[in-house]
């Protein structure tokens, strides 16, 4: 069955200090690829997506994945961390032959130290 | 523009109620999703429509979750008999249409508590 993984239930990091999110998928093919951030009390909103193309990708608030099909991983970057970047992060999958579903991860939490 | 909006924000029920939870997508969305997150989780698909039809309802856990979309708007989930199990957040999303080009807009989500 396709899943995806995320091997960090929880992180904390200094701010300033860069971040590196990890995901893992299961599927034979290259499914469609997302990371989305969830802050406390806000809906889902999406950062960044890859389907194909440039395996490095750029999203919104200063993200960017890099998908490695030989490591089946879409890990989710930032150089500097900002106070505001605590949320929690899921990374999720699209199928092609599913034209709704997206499947999600269990998330990771990221707290920001000052 | 306005988002994704979910009634009420926060349910709290006994078990074995009847409870309903809307969404109102985004103007002009024919695609419309409902997930499920539970405590830790990440978000669990239920069904989704595209138009006033169940594309796929395979997330449904059992005969008591329901949802519909009689105008190809508004959606309503309905959950009869609630079970303490059935506690979470319902999130609803939509996007222009269904595909994986098309990104979807989540709402706040309803907090269920079935006590």
């Known amino acids: 069955a396709q899943s995806v993984t995320q091997p960090d239930i929880h992180i904390t990091v200094s701010e300033g200090a860069s971040l590196e999110l990890r995901c893992n998928y299961s599927?034979?093919?290259?499914?469609?690829l997302f990371w989305y951030v969830q802050s406390p009390g806000q809906g889902l909103q999406l950062l960044l997506k890859?389907?194909?193309?440039?395996?490095l990708v750029q999203g919104i608030k200063g993200f960017e994945a890099e998908f490695k099909r030989s490591q089946s991983s879409f890990n989710l970057r930032k150089p500097s961390v900002h106070w505001s970047d605590a949320a929690e992060y899921f990374c999720a999958v699209w199928r092609s032959s599913n034209t709704g579903k997206l499947i999600f991860g269990q998330g990771t939490t990221l707290q920001v130290k000052p | 523009g306005a988002g994704v909006s979910q009634t009420p924000s926060n349910k709290v029920t006994e078990k074995g109620k009847y409870v309903e939870l809307r969404c109102d997508p985004i103007s002009g969305h024919t695609a419309l999703y409902w997930y499920r997150q539970s405590l830790g989780q990440g978000p669990e698909f239920l069904i989704y429509?595209?138009?006033?039809?169940?594309?796929?309802d395979s997330g449904l856990p059992n005969d008591r979750f329901f949802a519909v979309r009689p105008e190809g708007s508004v959606s309503t989930l309905k959950i009869q008999r609630t079970e303490r199990g059935d506690s979470a957040v319902y999130l609803c999303?939509?996007?222009?249409?269904?595909?994986?080009?098309?990104?979807?807009?989540f709402g706040p989500g309803t907090r269920l508590t079935v006590t």
């Open positions: 599927y034979g093919a290259t499914p469609y």
């Open positions: 999303a939509s996007s222009l249409v269904a595909g994986a080009g098309y990104e979807q807009y």
């Open positions: 890859y389907f194909s193309g440039d395996t």
């Open positions: 429509f595209q138009g006033t039809g169940a594309a796929d």
